[in-house]
């Protein structure tokens, strides 16, 4: 019954910002760590950035400085704010999450893609 929502993809200019969002809705007892993943054409699923239930952040090297997750407990969403981007972050984007429809039951969640195309 649960499911994550994306939106925010499209096409943007080198050095341009884009904001990715995700929703998670359905019946949730817990939400445990998200985070966003992402996969370019003819290469494998890398994972961008994660946040802890509690805030605390990682990122992939090639995203540091220019890439900040987040995310609203209250509302069940998680963000990606994507600056300075470049023709190299192009890929679909999936976000991921650890949720709990019950006590003590965490199933694995991911949303369905979002295309991020970075080209002048």
């Known amino acids: 019954q649960v499911q994550l929502v994306e939106s925010g993809g499209g096409l943007v200019q080198p050095g341009g910002s884009l904001r990715l969002s995700c929703a998670a809705a359905?019946?949730?007892?817990?939400?445990?760590?998200m985070g966003w993943y992402r996969q370019a054409l003819g290469k494998q699923r890398e994972l961008v950035a994660l946040i802890s239930s509690g805030g605390s952040t990682n990122y992939a090297d090639s995203v540091k400085g220019r890439f900040t997750i987040s995310r609203d407990n209250a509302k069940n969403t998680v963000s990606l704010q994507m600056n300075s981007l470049k023709p190299e972050d192009t890929a679909v984007y999936y976000c991921?999450?650890?949720?709990?429809?019950?006590?003590?039951?965490?199933?694995?969640?991911w949303g369905q893609g979002t295309q991020v195309t970075v080209s002048s």
């Open positions: 991921n999450s650890k949720i709990a429809t019950i006590p003590s039951r965490y199933d694995d969640y």
């Open positions: 359905g019946s949730i007892f817990s939400i445990g760590p």
